[in-house]
Nanobody, 117 residues
Framework: VQIVESGGGLVQPGGSLRLSCAAS????????MSWFRQAPGKERELVAG????????DYADAVKGRFTISRDNAKNTVYLQMNSLKPEDTAVYYC???????????WGQGTQVTVSS
């Protein structure tokens, strides 16, 4: 099983980034996909989640209206479109795949997002 995030980087406040998370070795359509983030000295927190079919999404209050999670089950990939980025969005962003039947899960290795002028 491999969960691989990409798309992080340095962006100015107000800018945008799109993160991608590609999964292999799993039946992707049987997994709820989530994005978490962890800033230095802070706990890892849930940013957004999407159901296995993509029919429902949820967001942390801090990112509602700015971030959009989506998935392409044909490509085994989940995305996080991040707009109007703020310095407080700076963190390592992790992708998590959770099996809908047995709730087993896998994490990716994370991708760094830095919002700074």
């Amino acid at each position: 099983v491999q969960i691989v995030e990409s798309g992080g980087g340095l962006v100015q406040p107000g800018g945008s980034l799109r993160l991608s998370c590609a999964a292999s070795g799993i039946t992707f359509s049987r997994y709820i996909m989530s994005w978490f983030r962890q800033a230095p000295g802070k706990e890892r927190e849930l940013v957004a989640g999407i159901t296995s079919t993509g029919g429902r999404t949820d967001y942390a209050d801090a990112v509602k209206g700015r971030f959009t999670i989506s998935r392409d089950n044909a490509k085994n990939t989940v995305y996080l479109q991040m707009n109007s980025l703020k310095p407080e969005d700076t963190a390592v962003y992790y992708c998590k795949a959770t099996n809908v039947w047995d709730h087993s899960y896998q994490w990716g290795q994370g991708t760094q997002v830095t919002v700074s002028s």
